[in-house]
């Protein structure tokens, strides 16, 4: 990997002319192009590539016509374009593995906190449940209270008996 100055001086360009290629080769040089610490890396491929293109815009500005290209060099471009192309699927199949992996912890997640959930709406429920009778239990001695508050000390005193038997 080498920074875009070295680039430009193992090109024999100006660094503007770097950038100049990857802007315009972008799609193609994406999988060989860093950022490291704000630095705009570039690995030995797209060095390559954008070797290429400066040579060919040489011959096309100095009115030359390109070299045909013998087979062996078609070969080879066509060897490096699959592996590129591979590269880049292998690149993006790990991207898609770790936002699988990422929403599947997720959903983990979620469904946790949904059992926690539920059992914190049971638990609530319970207690509800609980307040309920307390308060018809209350009311029901209450009532009692009342009507042993109206009755004479004798109905009184046999409602308690009574109250203590059962």
């Keep these: ?16 002319t770097v950038y100049k290629y990857l802007k315009k080769m972008e799609e193609e040089l994406s999988p060989h192009v860093e950022e490291e610490d704000g630095v705009t890396v570039i690995a030995e491929e797209g060095i390559e ?17 390109p070299q045909a290209e013998s087979g062996e060099e078609l070969e080879q471009k066509e060897k ?14 790990e991207r898609v593995d770790s936002l699988e992996e990422k929403v599947d912890n997720l959903q983990n997640q979620m469904e946790e906190r949904e059992k926690r959930l539920k059992e ?11 307040l309920y009778d307390f308060a018809e239990d209350l009311d029901e001695k209450l009532t009692r209270m009342e009507n042993f508050e109206s009755k004479s000390v004798l109905e009184k005193l046999r409602d308690f008996v009574a109250g203590r038997e059962e």
């Design 80 to 93: 490096k374009q699959p592996k590129k192309e591979g590269k880049t699927l292998e690149e993006m199949q």
């Design 1 to 16: 990997m080498k920074k875009v100055a070295e680039t430009a001086e193992e090109l024999d360009v100006s660094r503007s």
């Design 120 to 130: 914190k709406m049971n638990d609530v429920v319970s207690l509800t449940n609980n």
């Design 49 to 65: 590539l954008i070797r290429e293109e400066v040579e060919r815009n040489k011959r096309r500005q100095s009115g030359q016509q």
